[in-house]
């Protein structure tokens, strides 16, 4: 080979060896898949906040599908703008829903608020409002005479108590507070449960007597919760008493038991004299009337057939703690 085809040839495999290096370097450093994934991700984020924070309506409205089309691609991240993502979506779908089961209700469309409350509970179970709105709807359609209702609102107004209790609340909505929430989902309770867990309605009454709400003062709770002890725990303690002592000689377990008994009964009179107690207004004198009968009957039956002290204890009964 000659000197000047060396050289051709030593440039050619030059060059040859240079694009070669390039092709190589260029497979190196491509764009990479999770470097476009973060890119649109980013993106997509960017563009939510954008209309969230827009101050223009229409660009608003568009957050919500743009936090939607977020999550279909990057709902299974954790990190903090997921997060903040499906907050919002949350939020969002929860507003939503709870205006739409609200708006029903304070039409008196009960069947409808209850249609539109069932399947946003199975996805959103402790949306509190609309718990409470349903508790509220079934309430006043059992008060109207319909008690197909009943057993659903019973379970709403269960789970209701429950969240409220956990204090995993920050706002009471749809009530003005969380006393109010209080007295009113457990007097409700106890209204549902009264006949076939008294014992369940006492409890719930009380509850709402002990709450800082007009429940705390409604005679009509006082009555139910001194009716549902009588049905309840008394009922129950006397019938357990007679089949242990009915027919044996007095014994320390039977005057223990005896005592227990006797306290109930007085937790049952002091509630049917607070109901007469705050029964102080004309149009409550005929109720008052057939209360009062009512507590004297059960008074005397505890104090020997007289009724000597009632009307002290009708007079001084709200100036002392619930027994």
Not at 132 to 153: H, I, P, Q, V
Not at 189 to 212: C, H, M, N, R, Y
């Amino acid at each position: 080979m000659t000197n000047s085809s060396r050289l051709v040839f030593a440039l050619i495999t030059t060059a040859l060896l240079l694009s070669l290096v390039a092709s190589v370097s260029a497979q190196r450093n491509p764009t990479m898949p999770s470097q476009q994934t973060d890119d649109l991700k980013e993106n997509l984020f960017a563009q939510f906040t954008d209309y969230r924070k827009s101050l223009n309506p229409e660009e608003r409205r568009l957050a919500y599908p743009a936090a939607k089309d977020y999550l279909r691609k990057f709902g299974g991240d954790n990190d903090s703008n997921a997060r903040d993502v499906r907050k919002f979506v949350t939020d969002y779908e929860r507003a939503l829903y709870d205006g739409g089961v609200f708006t029903a209700y304070t039409a008196r469309n009960y069947v409808r608020a209850f249609e539109l409350g069932r399947p946003h509970l199975k996805i959103d179970p402790d949306d509190f409002f609309v718990l409470a709105t349903l508790t509220e709807a079934g309430y006043e359609n059992a008060f109207a005479g319909n008690a197909t209702l009943n057993d659903e609102t019973t379970g709403y107004a269960r789970r209701a108590i429950k969240l409220l209790e956990a204090g995993k609340l920050a706002r009471a909505d749809p009530f003005k507070n969380m006393d109010i929430a209080r007295g009113f989902l457990n007097s409700a309770l106890g209204w549902f449960v009264k006949d076939q867990a008294p014992v369940e309605a006492a409890a719930a009454f009380l509850k709402a007597t002990q709450s800082d709400s007009p429940y705390r003062t409604d005679p009509a709770i006082y009555h139910r919760m001194g009716v549902a002890i009588l049905k309840g725990e008394f009922a129950s303690l006397s019938a357990e008493y007679n089949e242990k002592f009915g027919a044996k000689p007095a014994s320390p377990e039977q005057t223990a038991m005896l005592e227990r008994i006797m306290h109930t009964g007085e937790r049952a009179i002091d509630a049917y004299a607070r109901a007469v107690a705050l029964m102080d207004r004309p149009e409550q004198e005929e109720g008052r009337r057939k209360i009062l009968e009512q507590l004297t009957a059960l008074y005397k039956n505890f104090h020997n057939n007289a009724d000597s002290g009632l009307t002290e204890l009708i007079a001084t009964v709200l100036s002392k703690p619930l027994p």
